[in-house]
């Protein structure tokens, strides 16, 4: 069957896998990537490993390893009480409260219940409060049903997500949830498919890992399990739209943006650069001088140091529920990198290595 990229996204998009709960989307990768791969490994903490074994001749010697890593889980939400059949809740990671009122989501109590997130109606705000968004503790989430009935159903501690479709937009955009990090996770699957007419080198260890939005903890342990010689991480970028800075952001359609700073290994960078300047796919520059955010700022610092690249997909609206991109960048990010993985060789390593006796 032919690989649709946006039938695929769709399916990650509208799963539902907050941070340490991403079991459904971890089974739609693994469907995705099962004819893809050699062989599937997953890390204690629940990341899933798919691992695509070198198709060239490498000397006679182990192959090299490199790690592609993108992140599956979504930002999302955690029962704190019940009052009177409505449910109050807090963020577990990156929910924006501005943007939630009104919100259709999904309590995953005992069963799956749909809900919509309640606020007290503007007629009966002070003029002081009108002027303010709610805070979560002014909003509480009604799900339809008795008092009696949501005990029964839902108890503290269960999740929440934002329950938003796959929205198509004109040309090649489309909007939705989770793009940040499936979006990449997409990418990956296009690099796979791509290294299918490919030959290379190195073993290609693609990684969907978990627990991004609440400290990286997945880059970690999939990068210790893994030990790669090299990786690239990838994640998700501001796009240009009003009242972003322009110097902090990617053009949306302009390619992947690629990091540069602290948390990247500079000639790795560059030989990931020479690549797209040979088969002309575009690339942007994204400076971030320190922390990346990402799970690169992970990997790099694993076991006695990775050489770690970051690429990014440019979206808009970054952490709400329509986030938007140009399917055009996700197809081009995973090209770059089957590309440049067919490109790398036992010599590559040297050939990176940073020099000795070089003052900065």
Known sequence: MAFELKAHLRALSEAHGPSGHEAPVREIVRAAWGDLVDEFQQDGLGSLIGIKRATRPHNGTAARKIMLAAHMDEIGMIVTGLVDGFIRFRRISGIDNRLMPAQAVIV????????????????????????????????????????????????????????????????????????????????????????????????????????????????????????????????????????????????????????FGANFHLKLSDRIRDTAKRHEIKLQEDIIPANSGTDAWAIQVALQGIPTALLEVPIRNMHAPVETLDLRDIERCGRLMAHFISELDDQFLAAIAWDEAVDV
Not at 139 to 155: A, F, K, N, T, Y
Not at 197 to 205: I, Q, R
């Open 108 to 259: 995953h109590g005992r069963e799956a219940l749909p809900g919509i997130v309640a606020a007290k109606p503007p007629h009966l705000l002070t003029p002081a409060a009108r002027s303010k968004y709610p805070t979560f503790d002014e909003m509480l989430i009604d799900v339809g049903l008795s008092p009696e009935r949501v005990g029964e159903l839902v108890q503290v501690g269960d999740l929440i997500t934002v329950d938003a479709p796959f929205v198509e937009l004109l040309g090649t955009k489309v909007a939705g949830k989770a793009f940040d990090d499936r979006a990449c996770v997409a990418a990956v699957t296009v690099c796979l498919n791509e290294l299918q007419s490919l030959n290379h080198e190195w073993n290609v260890y693609a990684a969907a890992t978990v627990q991004e939005e609440t400290g990286l903890i997945g880059a970690k342990t999939s990068a210790y399990k893994i030990a790669p010689d090299a990786a690239i991480a990838l994640d998700v970028t501001f796009a240009q739209q009003p009242g972003v800075d322009a110097d902090s952001s990617c053009e949306m359609g302009g390619g992947p943006g690629i990091g």
